[in-house]
């Protein structure tokens, strides 16, 4: 099974007004710890200007289950689930830490992945290698 | 029924390296769209930080249709389809329009908000008015 | 004397934990009004895409004289102030207003821009009827 | 002399459409390195929420030397450079290495800091014993 995991500090401009951070901030962790799962299949970000082969995200489902706060550690684990011939499903598994307490679940998501060539946009197939890594 | 719709254009800082709108920037343009709906159901951003009361996005799911480009017009129409004891779902329609063209899906969007009175974080129940105004 | 304005309103993910504005979402309105500014001396970011000719910001200076805060509405006033034969100085006075409130002055800024032509990444010469703009 | 460094990896979102990292990402770089420079200082993030004392910036002043690219990898190297009753200056150097390639400068900046208390936003004289630090 493919996995990636992430960790970073909640920057001050991931935090908004509520004193919590942003449902959208959660997005970004996602994404870096995707590019990761992405790498570790043998597609990274530092060969995609040059292929012109992008992962495009098509759909996300995201739960909140409890709020994060300045400087705690959000760590990300990031899982493929499932394969079709034109999609990757990734899970997303994230939890806060702050200085003192233990990691608690805050976010649980979902996003389903195609492969699209650039510049003219055309979907791709999922490389047929991938299948036997799901397994 | 209540609705709100925004509009806007695409900057710089919402495009990414593929050429097109990042998944995420999509998110900020709902954002807009549901604090205008909220301010149409009586609780207006501008009284927030005061009361203390905030709606929470506790679960976003987006489906991604096709790429949004820079300068592209963006419309967003926001809907609330469903009220219940403690929560309102938000749906929301994103249109594209680039200065020649007609306006395309783009991306079609749900949202699931509680109302948490801050500092404490205690869940509200939904004012009971609201379930008349979404009949 | 080409000027642009541009106005928004104080979204969420633009505040921060410390209840204000972030610093780094007064350049984001700034940007806008730069590429509003840009139209207005035919360069559109409708045409960018096609064109390869991109402005690149290459200084920003910008003093933050008071805070910001959720639902106010922020004015940017963007003017060009300079030209040379690579580059054009821009002026930028942001102010805030509260519901209630007159608008306030909360940032000063001042963006130095560069003409690059991509994918190349050359820097090209500012347009001779620009200097005339400016007078 | 109190420093901090830096190191992340460029993200999809940080870049735009010119196919480069947008201008507005390095103030997060920036962000997150005046952050880690403050903890030095003994002003950790993780205590800011409960002391409601928050560095402000002032002013930021920042060159864009050359263009930084997905999946580069950003150094931030910050400094204090001078400190007053109520100011701290503080100095940024950003470095990007692509995989292949040697670490080559991006951007310089400076950064005039405030110590603010919250919620009442008066402003605080600088602690005597960073005066001793900067030495």
């Known amino acids: ?28 962790y996602i994404e870096k710890a995707r590019t990761l799962l992405f790498a570790g299949l043998g597609m990274p970000a530092s060969d995609m200007m040059e292929s012109g082969l992008f992962p495009a995200v098509v759909r996300t489902e995201i739960d909140y289950r409890a709020a994060a706060r300045l400087a705690d550690e959000i760590r990300v684990t990031a899982r493929i689930t499932a394969v079709d011939k034109v999609r990757v499903t990734c899970s997303f598994e994230l939890t806060a830490r702050s200085e003192e307490g233990e990691p608690r679940p ?3 998501a979902l996003q389903v992945v195609a492969l699209v060539q ?3 946009g055309r979907p791709r197939r999922i490389p047929a290698e991938w299948f036997k890594l799901i397994e």
């Open 106 to 108: 805050v976010a649980s």
């Open 1 to 28: 099974m493919i996995e990636a995991e992430t960790s970073e500090t909640v920057p001050f401009y991931d935090t908004d007004c509520g004193g919590v951070v942003s449902n959208i901030a959660y997005l970004r």
């Open 118 to 120: 650039l510049p003219e």
